[in-house]
């Protein structure tokens, strides 16, 4: 069945891409009015067949000559009828005249005025509900719960309920699914019997599914590869021959593939035909992308000045998607040029894939960099290496050793730090797009146990967080936002502390309207980190058009002397607006906060443009 032509719109931008040419008219422009008259005043129905249709869609434009007109008012009949058919309306009658006479009867080349005028008339009829639905031939119930699949009934494929075209289709996918989780790779419907009784507005409808042989996987071939070892690719598949064919498998297969970045495409095909063996062959076809690749990025605030960062990548170092990626920052750029005052960062990141298993990295690093705020100022650097981990699709591990050393300038003079520990963390990812994410959750907990050398303290750093996401509406229009953000260190003092080991709170992805780890602990040398903390932030995000949006929030920071939070301290919140100019890599963004209870070094109002959402 064709799909709604709402459902072809395609809306954003599109970057680096050439544009698609307007549809040419041939002939003489055939300019035309449309009514469009839906009886019964469903306004529901009005909509989805109005989407439907292409004379309504193309309304503004005229058609490619009256050759152009007639074919498309033709169409119509087709996509109306399956908007119907969508709607369990098997009982409605269309009609769709030009200029008085029905299209469906009118020559290629007929005179039509200028401008025509369509009269696009339709009477869904009744609502149909089934009368019987059965899937002949149904998969036993499965053994193992990975291998469950949604019943066709609790799709709606069951008496009584509105026996929509949808329906049918989507009991038919979920037949032949269930077949194929239990190792049936070759299971379809080979049968759908639809029969419409009109006098009592019921259908009975009957699926019969071939499950066909049981399969395990067959051997992976990869073609394609130029700089990458085909035998690698195929192990990165995850894919073990001898094992019972499971179309999650396969899907995993393409996840990972997608994962390792160096393949313009990927494809992954099964044979034709289960072999006599009962192996199902696996051909893995591939494109490489050109291996290097650089990129520039920046961001600005009237508190934190302009920030400039690029970054050099190789991702296929030595055929096996090692990557490695050099990149560079300066930031601070605006009330000095001096350079003793810009903060700056250059750093080396190694990544090898496929560590142990197809789902494991090891991941090296070394970072410099020198960190300029209003508080301290930071030179150092840091090394660290260890290994992430995908147990799930959403669930991801990380383990890393780490060691540093640092200099600070701050209110208590100049300190050194040496430092070495273990970095562990363990997130969970449910967004339907990170980096503009409008349903799911993300959570994370990150432990740091640590070691500092200089003043011979033991300690560790703790931080949770969660950020959830909710449309209001099927298209998302209207996003609510949450994050809520939780630190604590235990338990040197803070004058033996590295203050990057400490809290702060402030700046454009903490709390708008204060300077970027501006909100700490107030001392009578100044302001100093905590040991807890307490941040969360909420946004109304409201798409105006497919490229605009409007976003309204609120963020909150709190920073305790103490691991746990005695709140002595004050409250620093920041509202504020923002502008959102929706792209294909992500918003551009542009938000203006005003800090409530600003302090004396505070600023009436703050200024962000960055790329991403907030958080």
Do not use: C
């Not at 002939?27 to 249709?53: C, H, K, M, N």
């Amino acid at each position: 069945m064709p799909a709604p032509a709402a459902a072809l719109e395609i809306f954003g931008l599109r970057l680096f891409e050439r544009d698609r040419p307007e549809e040419e008219v041939i002939g003489t422009p055939q300019p035309y009015t449309v009514d469009f008259v839906v009886a019964g005043g469903d306004a529901d129905i009005e909509r989805t067949l109005q989407r439907a249709s292409q004379l309504w869609g193309d309304r503004e434009e005229p058609a490619s000559g009256a050759a152009g007109l007639i074919a498309k008012a033709r169409g119509d009949y087709r996509r109306l009828l399956n908007a119907l058919y969508a709607q369990a309306r098997y009982g409605g009658t269309i009609s769709i005249t030009i200029d008085g006479r029905e299209a469906a009867s009118l020559l290629p080349d007929a005179e039509l005025a200028s401008p025509a005028a369509v009269r696009v008339a339709i009477d869904p009829g009744p609502l149909f509900h089934f009368a019987e639905a059965e899937v002949v031939n149904q998969a036993p119930p499965a053994t193992n719960r990975r291998d469950v699949v949604e019943s066709p009934a609790h799709a709606g494929f069951r008496p009584g309920e509105p026996a929509r075209s949808g329906v049918i289709i989507e009991a038919g996918r979920l037949a032949e699914e269930a077949w194929r989780h239990q190792g049936y790779a070759k299971a379809e419907v080979i049968e759908r019997r639809v029969i419409a009784a009109h006098t009592t507005n019921t259908i009975d409808a009957e699926l019969t599914v071939e499950p066909g042989r049981h399969a395990v996987f067959g051997p992976v071939t990869v073609t394609g590869t130029e700089r990458m070892d085909a035998a690698f690719v195929a192990r990165q598949t995850g894919i073990e021959p001898g094992v019972e064919y499971d179309p999650d498998e396969i899907q995993e297969a393409r996840d990972n593939l997608s994962r390792l970045d160096v393949f313009r495409s990927a494809r992954i095909q099964e044979a034709e035909t289960i072999g006599p063996d009962g192996s199902l062959p696996i051909q893995v076809i591939v494109q490489e992308r050109l291996p290097r690749r650089f990129g520039v990025g920046g961001s600005y605030s009237t508190v934190d000045g302009l920030g400039l960062d690029a970054f050099w990548l190789h991702r296929n170092l030595f055929g096996r998607a090692e990557r490695l990626r050099i990149e560079g920052k300066v930031a601070g750029i605006g009330e000095t040029i001096d350079p003793a005052d810009l903060t700056y960062r250059a750093g080396v990141t190694f990544t090898k894939p496929g560590i142990y298993t197809p789902r494991t990295d090891f991941v090296a690093s070394l970072i410099g960099d020198r960190e300029v705020l209003d508080i301290y100022t930071r030179t150092g650097v840091t090394a660290q290496a260890g290994f992430t981990h995908r147990f799930t699709d959403r669930i991801t591990g990380r383990l890393f050793a780490s060691g540093g050393y640092a200099e600070f300038e701050d209110d208590f003079g100049t300190r050194d730090f040496v430092t070495a520990g273990f970095l562990g963390g363990i997130a969970y990812d449910s967004r339907d797009n990170p980096a503009d994410a409008t349903e799911g959750v993300f959570a994370e907990l990150v432990v740091e146990p640590f070691y500092e050398f200089n003043y011979g303290n033991a300690a560790a750093r703790v931080t949770a967080e969660g950020r959830a996401y909710y449309g209001f509406d099927e298209e998302n229009r209207f996003v609510v936002a949450g994050r809520l953000k939780l630190g604590a260190i235990v338990d040197p003092p803070l004058e033996e502390t590295a203050p990057d080991k400490l809290f702060f709170a402030g700046g454009g992805g903490s709390v708008r309207g204060y300077a970027y780890r501006s909100i700490g602990v107030e001392t009578p040398e100044g302001t100093a980190g905590g040991r807890s903390l307490i941040e969360g932030s909420a946004e109304l995000r409201v798409r105006v058009t497919p490229t605009i949006g409007l976003v309204g929030f609120v963020d909150a920071g709190y920073v305790s002397e103490n691991a746990v939070p005695d709140f002595s301290e004050d409250l620093r919140i920041g509202v504020g607006a923002g502008l959102r100019y929706l792209t294909g890599f992500g918003p551009i963004r542009l938000d203006v906060a005003v800090p409530l209870d600003p302090r004396e070094e505070d600023p009436d109002v703050a200024f962000y443009v960055g790329i991403g959402q907030a958080f």
